[in-house]
Nanobody, 116 residues
Framework: VQLQAYGGGLVQTGGSLRLSCVVS??????????MGWYRQAPGKQRELVAR???????VYADSVKGRFTVSRDNVKNMVYLQMNNLKPEDTAVYYC?????????WGQGTQVTVSS
């Protein structure tokens, strides 16, 4: 499974970005993956931002609830992270992940920088 994330960039506080991740796998298999977004800031551990299950159930970190929205397109094999009202503390490298039956795959990461 190969994941390619893109859409990061530099944005001011209060701005928005939409991250996208394309997954190179057959449609019938993509539907079996729980898809997630994680982030890692300098000097910190990687943390969960949001994930969406095979049934569409979503989970968010408390720090992003009400600001970020994760979604998936099972036809295009894509997962998205819409980020609104961005804050400087959201600055990090964002990674998309795919998990199925305990097996994990990761994308290469995309940098998000929020200026104050």
């Amino acid at each position: 499974v190969q994941l390619q994330a893109y859409g990061g960039g530099l944005v001011q506080t209060g701005g928005s970005l939409r991250l996208s991740c394309v997954v190179s796998v057959a449609n019938s298999v993509f539907n079996q993956y729980t898809m997630g977004w994680y982030r890692q800031a300098p000097g910190k551990q990687r943390e969960l931002v949001a994930r969406v299950s095979t049934s569409g159930t979503t989970v968010y970190a408390d720090s992003v609830k009400g600001r970020f929205t994760v979604s998936r397109d099972n036809v295009k094999n894509m997962v998205y992270l819409q980020m609104n009202n961005l804050k400087p503390e959201d600055t990090a490298v964002y990674y998309c992940s795919a998990e199925r039956q305990g097996s994990w795959s990761w994308g290469q990461g995309t940098q998000v920088t929020v200026s104050s």
